[in-house]
T-cell receptor
């Protein structure tokens, strides 16, 4: 099976702009989670989607949003970018049910730099 | 809220030395536990996982971990490391599907040839 893919891999944006990141999960996986990785804060959970519904959300401001499509692909959007949003954004894919296991498989990430 | 602690931030070893990385979590209920590895320039990869059953779990590349419920610990071990084990290792816990995967702060391991 193909792994989790994320596009774009690198992105440079200016403060105040908005950005949309995309994630395609492993075929058959219905759960997609998003994480932010920074040197200072480590890996922090943003939100999780399962069958197009947001099941859980982390402690990030409303500028961070996401959605999931019927084919399980997911996008996350960050509006009004701030310098502190510079990070590696990781997408993780999972079967998402107790019968199939909760392990999450990560994509390569999108490196976002805000200038 | 659950939390995960990895007490060693940096570990430096010589090849063939044994490795043990500590991981403790704060939640008292049923948990699923994981160790992930991030090699330089690569994405996070699942090393091993514990859901239930035998508390000693074996993963890829010769790694194993032991779940000790009474100590809320899930320590990672490898009897003999190689230079290629140089990476950052993350312990993580999840309570149930749909809940967040909570990561420890990570341990950077440097194996000297």
């Amino acid at each position: 099976k193909a792994g989790v893919t994320q596009t774009p891999r690198y992105l440079i944006k200016t403060r105040g702009q908005q950005v949309t990141l995309s994630c395609s999960p492993i075929s058959g996986h219905r759960s997609v989670s998003w994480y932010q990785q920074t040197p200072g804060q480590g890996l922090q959970f943003l939100f999780e989607y399962f069958s197009e519904t947001q099941r859980n959300k982390g402690n990030f401001p409303g500028r961070f949003s996401g959605r999931q499509f019927s084919n399980s692909r997911s996008e996350m959007n960050v509006s009004t970018l701030e310098l502190g949003d510079s990070a590696l954004y990781l997408c993780a894919s999972s079967p998402g049910t107790s019968s199939t296991g909760y392990e999450q498989y990560f994509g390569p990430g999108t490196r976002l730099t805000v200038t | 809220a659950q939390s995960v602690s990895q007490h060693n931030h940096h570990v430096i070893l010589s090849e063939a030395a044994s490795l043990e990385l500590g991981c403790n979590y704060s939640y008292g209920g049923t948990v699923n536990l994981f160790w992930y590895v991030q090699y330089p320039g690569q994405h996070l990869q699942l090393l091993l996982k514990y859901f239930s059953g035998d508390p000693l779990v074996k993963g890829i590349k010769g790694f194993e971990a032991e779940f000790i419920k009474s100590k809320f610990s899930f320590n990672l071990r490898k009897p003999s490391v190689q230079w290629s084990d140089t990476a950052e290792y993350f312990c993580a816990v999840i309570l149930a599907a749909g809940n967040k995967l909570t990561f420890g702060g990570g341990t950077r391991v440097l194996v000297k040839p």
